[in-house]
């Protein structure tokens, strides 16, 4: 959720921006900047910087746990291919 004091800092701004004509209409132009101004930040698909945070430690997680796996596979593979391969000793007893 948006914050509803940026929201207001930010329907203030836009009023005082305004012509002098058209900030004469009152004070519900600040209420009506800011009821859109909500609105239209809401269909935005945005997230608060608590979630962001969280999801950029558990991306940072998760490629740490991805590096461990990929080591452990090669190791595993490296292993493999050594028992797999003919050693010198097992060369010289066919011979």
């Given at each position: 959720?948006?914050?509803?004091?940026?929201?207001?800092?930010?329907?203030?701004?836009?009023?005082?921006?305004?012509?002098?004509?058209?900030?004469?209409?009152?004070?519900?132009?600040?209420?009506?900047?800011?009821?859109?101004?909500?609105?239209?930040?809401?269909?935005?698909?945005?997230?608060?910087?608590?979630?962001?945070?969280?999801?950029?430690?558990?991306?940072?997680r998760t490629?740490?746990?991805?590096?461990?796996?990929?080591?452990?596979?090669?190791?595993?593979?490296?292993?493999?291919?050594?028992k797999d391969?003919?050693?010198?000793?097992?060369?010289?007893?066919?011979?």
């Amino acid at each position: 959720m948006l914050d509803p004091k940026k929201i207001e800092q930010i329907a203030r701004q836009i009023q005082d921006s305004l012509p002098k004509g058209v900030k004469e209409f009152g004070g519900d132009i600040e209420k009506k900047l800011r009821m859109i101004l909500q609105s239209q930040l809401g269909k935005l698909d945005l997230v608060n910087r608590e979630e962001f945070d969280i999801q950029t430690q558990v991306l940072l997680r998760t490629r740490e746990k991805l590096t461990a796996m990929e080591q452990r596979l090669n190791e595993l593979e490296a292993k493999l291919e050594n028992k797999d391969a003919p050693s010198a000793d097992n060369a010289e007893k066919k011979e």
